[in-house]
Structures are given as C-alpha cells and as structure tokens.
T-cell receptor, first 118, second 110 residues
C-alpha cells in the first residue's frame, strides 16, 4: 500500500517555542492531506484538511493561528504548533489521500508524532 | 449527526480463539466503511474497506468484515487470533469526512 511518513517521530520542546511536523506521501501524490490529534486511549480527532496550494480548512474549535498548516506540494504538508504549551502535548497523525478525486480514494496514515511540551 | 460507535472499549480473547469487534454507524446514506489497526505509539494501518458490492469483505492479516445494512453494522472478524493481533482497532466511516469510532483495545491471552 501507499506510504506516508512523518518527521520527527518524537519531539520534546519548552513551553512557548514552536514545533514543525512534516508529513510526506512517499509513493503517491496527495492532493488532500489531513491532520489528526489523538489523546491517550482516545480516538482520532480531525484538526484540519488541506488541499495542495490552498488554505487549510480547520475543524470547529481548532485554532488556526496556533496550528499552522501548509500544503506546499503534492507530497508534503507541514503542521506548525506555534507557542506550544503543555496542553498541546499529544500524538499528532497526518493522513494523505491519493489525488484521483474519487470518493473511493483511500486515506493512508503516517506513523504519528509524539509532542511533549514541558 | 453522523457517527460511528464501537460498543466495546476493551476485549480480551485467548490466542487461537475467534474474534468479533462490533461497529455501528449512523449516516443518512450508506457511507464508505473502513477498519484500521493501531499498534502502540504507531499510526494506523488499513485492514479492509467496503464501498459497495459483496457485503463480506476480506482484508489483510486474515481479517474480514461483514456489512449489514439492516443493522447499520460493519463488524470485524477473525477466525483465529494471534498474539500479534493485540492492538487498538478503529472502525471509520466516510460520507464526506472520515469519522472514527472510539476504538476497541484488543488483548490476547496466551
């Protein structure tokens, strides 16, 4: 199946700093990428959807100025957590959907990034 | 509202025993349905998907799922569980966005 990578896999930062997480589709072009957040023992919550070359669409309750998403190419999307605070500590997972535009397209998930804010 | 429900938070089965994980959905029309597995600290791996056609879907790792429209269900099954199947399992449905159930944690006893 298609492969989605994330970098870094784990990051620890101080409160007030910004952290950038990269998501890449390695063997397919992803016109649409998704960012999810997962708390321990809980399900995935969609944060935002991004289309290549367009502004991301954020879910209700997600601060767009705190979670900056850039989808600059068909294989790369980045999530920047700005001025991170301990409550931003979580497991962030990206997902990419192939670019055929059909409803039957499958979403593939990255391995996740564990963010810990001290 | 669209939703996916996995009634069982945690299930324990003995190795070699059969497994069934339940999933119910609430959508206006039949959505596309998926089962994903997540190992600790990892991302999600697609086990199988249902779009249309045959209601019994075969997936990877010996898993299968059956779509039952009358029950709005898409239960995951495996005839004989292996210790390596211990993980978190998520049912998901997509009408527009992909919506996940709460997940079922599977433990396997030796």
């Amino acid at each position: 199946g298609a492969v989605v990578s994330q970098h870094p896999s784990r990051v620890i930062c101080k409160s007030g700093t910004s952290v950038k997480i990269e998501c890449r589709s390695l063997d397919f072009q992803a016109t649409t990428m998704f960012w999810y957040r997962q708390f321990p023992k809980q399900s995935l919550m969609l944060m935002a959807t991004s289309n290549e070359g367009s502004k991301a669409t954020y879910e209700q309750g997600v601060e767009k100025d705190k979670f900056l998403i850039n989808h600059a190419s068909l294989t790369l999307s980045t999530l920047t957590v700005t001025s991170a605070h301990p409550e931003d500590s979580s497991f962030y997972i990206c997902s990419a959907r192939s670019g055929t535009g059909r409803r039957t397209d499958t979403q593939y998930f990255g391995p996740g990034t564990r963010l810990t804010v001290l | 509202a669209q939703s996916v429900t996995q009634p069982d938070i945690h299930i324990t089965v003995s190795e070699g025993a059969s497994l069934e994980l339940r999933c119910n959905y609430s959508y206006g029309a039949t959505p596309y349905l998926f089962w994903y597995v997540q190992s600790p600290g990892q991302g999600l791996q697609l086990l199988l998907k249902y779009f249309s056609g045959d209601t019994l879907v075969q997936g990877i790792k010996g898993f299968e799922a059956e779509f039952k429209r009358s029950q709005s269900s898409f239960n995951l099954r495996k005839p004989s569980v292996h210790w390596s199947d211990a993980a978190e399992y998520f049912c998901a449905a997509r009408g527009g966005k992909l919506i996940f159930g709460q997940g079922t944690e599977l433990s396997v006893k030796p």
